[in-house]
């Protein structure tokens, strides 16, 4: 198993968001800098007791995007047999 971390001045071999990897053999683990986006586009009241649908309204939101961190798998191109 084998650490790696992204540094100044140094190359990051597959994936420039990356700030950790760990290579496991056939699978990856990374660590690093990701950008997610949601939008709400409605919302439904419920009743409080029986979480019964009152009504349903749409909502015309803009999107809302945000750069955080995450981590995430890669696997290999091809599994050894």
């Known amino acids: 198993m084998r650490l790696l971390h992204r540094g100044p001045g140094r ?4 994936d420039p968001r990356s700030l950790k990897r760990v290579d496991l053999g056939n ?5 690093g800098r990701v950008r997610a986006s ?3 586009t409605g919302y439904v009241t419920k009743h ?6 009152l009504s349903e309204h749409d909502l015309d939101m803009p999107l809302h ?6 981590s995430w798998w890669v696997p290999a191109l091809r599994l050894a047999p």
Do not use: G, H, P
Not at 65 to 70: K, N
């Open 11 to 14: 190359r990051q071999r597959r």
């Open 27 to 31: 699978i990856e683990w990374c660590f």
């Open 65 to 70: 995007s945000y750069e955080t961190r995450a």
């Open 38 to 40: 949601e939008q709400v």
């Open 48 to 53: 409080t007791s029986t979480q019964k649908v």
